[in-house]
């Protein structure tokens, strides 16, 4: 079935380190993917997105990573700070099936001071 | 410019009570959704509306209903609420149809008892 998930729950990183969070996903005709950050009490806000024309984008201080060859999403935080921790989570849309976003279950950053 | 906006903020209901949660986006986006997300848990679409005038179900649509009003507003409705229906709920809007980032309103947490 569809589905889009997390290896790791909750990631504890040392401020100043990368982190990166994965996802898997099932589906292989999804087409576009997009990496949401939410924090506590507030809704998810857009970090950056790449299409499976791609296998790289970059963004500030974020990577992503596609290999549509495993199904695995990648989110590279480069030099991790206090105000990075939230829950991350990652979304795929299915081309040509509809207008929605499947989100994961969600990746917990910790960042220690 | 506020975004998506959500109305209430915070709602308790009695098993078997009415209500409606309220959406507006001045984005001028033509596709909104509904989602709730439980603890833990990501994001589940319940409803989509892809344009004004139309409305399609999502992953869990039993137990609402939606109403596209104009471009602008999107409502979600709960006819005869239920414990499982305890969660935090979200609307969202995107410009182009599910290929591109959606923006979210801050949550309405609805709590059934």
């Known amino acids: 079935g569809e589905s889009v998930g997390l290896h790791l729950p909750t990631l504890s990183v040392q401020e100043g380190d990368n982190s990166i969070i994965n996802c898997a996903y099932s589906n292989s005709a999804s087409d576009y993917f997009i990496w949401y950050k939410q924090e506590s009490g507030k809704g998810p806000q857009f970090i950056i997105d790449?299409?499976?024309?791609?296998d790289k984008r970059q963004g500030q201080r974020v990577t992503v990573l596609l290999n549509k060859t495993v199904k695995h999403l990648s989110l590279q935080i480069a030099a991790t700070q206090p105000g990075d921790s939230a829950v991350y989570f990652c979304a795929e849309n299915i081309a040509g099936s509809s207008y929605k976003l499947i989100f994961g279950s969600g990746t917990r950053l910790l960042v220690r001071p | 410019n506020a975004g998506v906006t959500q109305t209430p903020k915070f709602q308790v209901l009695k098993t078997g009570q009415s209500m409606t949660l309220q959406c507006a986006q001045d984005m001028n986006h033509n596709s909104m959704y509904w989602y709730r997300q439980d603890p833990g848990m990501g994001l589940r679409l319940i409803y989509y509306s892809a344009s004004e005038g139309t409305t399609d179900k999502g992953e869990v649509p039993n137990g609402y209903n939606v109403s596209r009003l104009n471009k602008r507003e999107f409502s979600l409705r709960l006819e005869s609420a239920a414990p499982s229906q305890t969660s935090v709920y979200f609307c969202a809007s995107s410009d182009r149809q599910g290929n591109t980032e959606a923006f979210f309103g801050q949550g309405t947490r609805l709590t059934v008892v």
């Open positions: 790449i299409r499976s024309n791609m």
